[in-house]
């Protein structure tokens, strides 16, 4: 991994090309940078503006053998079913971050417990990480970003009507672990077209 | 996830708190949005600074039942060793970024195969992913940051000679998961003063 030294360089993820530095204020250009492989942000003061894709970290909260999932009251995919995910915050350890949105957006209270896959969207820049969680308290009601929460047994998913290429990669792993199931799907690297 | 319009917001990573708009060049000041749980980055012109973890991927590359570790010739944890690992890049998919990562520091050529484990470090700001990869070719040499790649059997690691404590975790459930063996450590979900 290259040194980055924190007192002077600005990671960035993914959004539009960023055109100030985040540390002076000062317009960025592309520079390729000493042993490095492609073109960085460079400022005027010698600050780099890392991009970086972002992390979404999520759940599949489930009891007995029933999966809850949630319509989405916003866009993207307003109207389409996710499971319980968001974006991992600085500070948080992913269990801690899919555990909170989970609670955010079924007020299903879980216990994280292992991991169903990691699922990269490499044009939109984002990786997400879902793991399998066991209900343990609270009642799936929607909250400010669902419209419905409820549960889905495994021959019940509702495919045609899934929100992300993700959610649907997460739901076929975890179909295929089921009692019973054999991994009927190819393990999708990514998918071209990603509607997000 | 919360909606996050692409056309005035820019994400963030960890490292310095940023001090100017990326988009615009103004100042940032804290502000908690509307719906939101914590405070976020915003400029005069209300674009949101998003800051969020980053992401390392890694490999553990192994050929007859043993794993290559490189030592580091940079800081941080210069001498020191570790697994080929570092940011992935906007427009990469997990493997592929692992693959790149081993690539650039030990001239092995693997096929990345089997998740060994996801790894926070919330202090840090970072979330390592680290897979089993099976050398398939090259040959095990030095490159721009590290002296010197060997490999390693299950009962050789150099435990008290390691890199960050991302390295140690991601070997022991190697270890772990080698025929024979027992998960004799507790998984940890990340180590309080890690080093790096």
């Known amino acids: ?10 990671p960035l ?31 005027p003061e010698g600050h780099v503006t890392w991009r970086n894709p972002r992390l979404v970290v999520g759940t599949l ?3 007995s053998g029933r999966v809850y999932l949630a319509r989405r009251a ?18 948080e ?5 899919a555990r909170r949105e989970t609670e955010e ?38 909250a400010a970003e669902t419209s419905e929460v409820r549960d889905f047994g495994p ?8 929100a992300f290429s993700t959610v649907e990669s997460a739901l076929r792993d975890w179909v295929a672990s089921q009692p019973g199931r054999g991994p009927t799907f190819e393990p999708e690297l990514y998918v071209e077209g990603d509607p997000e």
Not at 1 to 10: G, I, K, L, V
Not at 155 to 162: F, H, K, M, S, Y
């Open 1 to 10: 991994m290259p040194q980055r030294d924190a007192t002077d360089s600005f």
């Open 13 to 43: 993820t993914i959004g539009e090309i960023p055109s100030f530095c985040p540390a002076c204020g000062k317009p960025v250009e592309e520079r390729v940078l000493e042993e490095d492989h492609r073109p960085r942000l460079v400022c």
């Open 61 to 63: 909260p489930v009891r």
């Open 74 to 91: 916003i866009e993207p995919a307003l109207g389409r079913w996710g499971n319980p995910s968001g974006f991992l915050e600085v500070g």
């Open 93 to 97: 350890a992913v269990q801690e971050g």
């Open 105 to 142: 957006e079924t007020e299903l209270r879980v216990e994280v417990g292992r991991l169903v896959g990691v699922y990269s969207r490499p044009h939109a820049g984002i990786v997400t990480i879902v793991f399998e969680a066991d209900v343990v308290g609270g009642r799936p009601e929607p």
């Open 155 to 162: 021959d019940e998913i509702p495919w045609e009507d899934l």
